[in-house]
Structures are given as structure tokens and as C-alpha cells.
């Protein structure tokens, strides 16, 4: 049984560019949520996906949108890349509206913003 | 105030020893308490999940739910070196039976020195 797979694993990018990070979630998981982990931090809520739609979203601007497919996949695209944009990368899936709906992490999309 | 507090450490234990992680929240919403293990570099993988207070016991993991001091904790027995990693308390509120983000401690990094 697959678990949640990234990305790449690695990615540099310089200031101002764009990025796109991919993530394919558990077999029988249905929706997906996009984590940053900044060094030393625990992992901050971007938002998450469900039936194609963004259901919920944390503090993060507008730079940072993504996309589900119709395979329950999804995309996180952050545009005008700053510094602080450096971190761990992570995807969650997980089945809504099941008895336990815990979120299941990918290994992660490591940025580096130069 | 941050929603979830929890001690960074480093804490540093010899092989077999007990371990008490712990965390303190604020938001009186949360229902679904989660303990996740994050070795370097990698993902978070989930390790317990409760619901509202009381205790919970699987193998050498306990973990403890105080909802009316808002305090959570886990307890590793008989700790071993493979234990050495960070451990994320994280929380979320329900709506309708789902969960929707999760919100987490900073992690405290836990060596178990043989």
C-alpha cells in the first residue's frame, strides 16, 4: 500500500521565481492539506483540498495556491518566491469523514530560496 | 500566546530510561490530540491519536489527554536509541465528524544515548 509521495525531494529556486510542488496522496485518501516546516519549527497549515476545492485555509498570502485533481492528487504553486520562503514542504492526505480521519505526511519537498 | 506550547528541549536520556513529553494548548475547540515522530530530514509519522480526555496505550507509547487543564503528554517507555527524533504534539477541532487543520507544538528533539 503506497503511502503519500513527493515531488521532487529537493528544489533551489532563486528570488522572485515561481515553483510547483507535487503530491499524490495515500491509496483511499481523498483529501489533501500542504504544510510548511521552517527550520526548527513545527509544520504551519497552508490549506487543504477536498473534491477539487480549497476547504480551508491558513495564514499564508495569496503567492501560495494550489489545485486538486481529478485523481485526488494535488499541486502547491508559490509565485514571487522570497527568502523566507525556504523550508520543508509537506503533504498530508487523509479520508473525510472516516471513524479516525488522521492525516497521513509525505517526506516532504526541501526549498531553498536564494 | 501561541496556541500550542510545547518545550523544544533538547532532551537527552540514557537507553530504557521514561520519557514525558508534553504540550499546553489554549484553544478550548480542540477535540483530536495527535503525537507525531519526525526523524531528520523526513516526514512526520504519526505515533497516537485520541479523542477528547483520558489515556491511551500502544506498546511502549501512552499517551495522556487533560482537557480541563489543557495539557497533553507522552510517555515512552523502555526508550531506545531508535527513538532519538523530534516529537510533534499536534491538535485539531472538528466540524461535522472531519477534521480540519492541524495545529502543532514546535517539537522537542528526544536523544536516547545507548
Not at chain 1, 532563486?14 to 526548527?40: E, I
Not at chain 2, 519526525?38 to 509519522?45: A, T
Not at chain 2, 532519538?84 to 487543520?101: F, H, I, P, R, V
Request: proline share 5%; charged share 15%; with cysteine.
Amino acid at each position: 500500500d503506497a503511502g503519500v509521495t513527493q515531488s521532487p525531494t529537493h528544489l533551489i529556486k532563486t528570488r522572485g521565481q515561481q515553483v510547483t510542488l507535487r503530491c499524490s496522496p495515500k491509496s483511499g485518501h481523498d483529501t489533501v492539506s500542504w504544510y510548511q516546516q521552517a527550520l526548527g519549527q513545527g509544520p504551519q497549515f497552508i490549506f487543504q483540498y477536498y473534491e477539487e476545492e480549497e476547504r480551508q485555509r491558513g495564514n499564508f498570502p495569496d503567492r501560495f495556491s494550489g489545485h486538486q485533481f481529478p485523481n485526488y492528487s494535488s499541486e502547491l504553486n508559490v509565485n514571487a518566491l522570497l527568502l523566507g520562503d525556504s523550508a520543508l514542504y509537506l503533504c498530508a492526505s487523509s479520508l473525510l469523514g472516516s471513524s479516525t480521519d488522521t492525516q497521513y505526511f509525505g517526506p516532504g519537498t526541501r526549498l531553498t530560496v536564494l | 500566546q501561541k496556541e500550542v506550547e510545547q518545550d523544544p528541549g533538547p532532551l537527552s536520556v540514557p537507553e530504557g530510561a521514561i520519557v514525558s513529553l508534553n504540550c499546553t494548548y489554549s484553544n478550548s475547540a480542540f477535540q483530536y490530540f495527535m503525537w507525531y515522530r519526525q526523524y531528520s530530514r523526513k516526514g512526520p509519522e504519526l505515533l497516537m491519536y485520541t479523542y477528547s480526555s483520558g489515556n491511551k496505550e500502544d506498546g511502549r507509547f501512552t499517551a495522556q489527554v487533560d482537557k480541563s487543564s489543557k495539557y497533553i503528554s507522552l510517555f515512552i517507555r523502555d526508550s531506545q536509541p531508535s527513538d532519538s527524533a523530534t516529537y510533534l504534539c499536534a491538535m485539531s477541532a472538528t466540524s461535522g465528524g472531519s477534521n480540519y487543520k492541524l495545529t502543532f507544538g514546535k517539537g522537542t528533539l528526544l536523544t536516547v544515548n545507548p
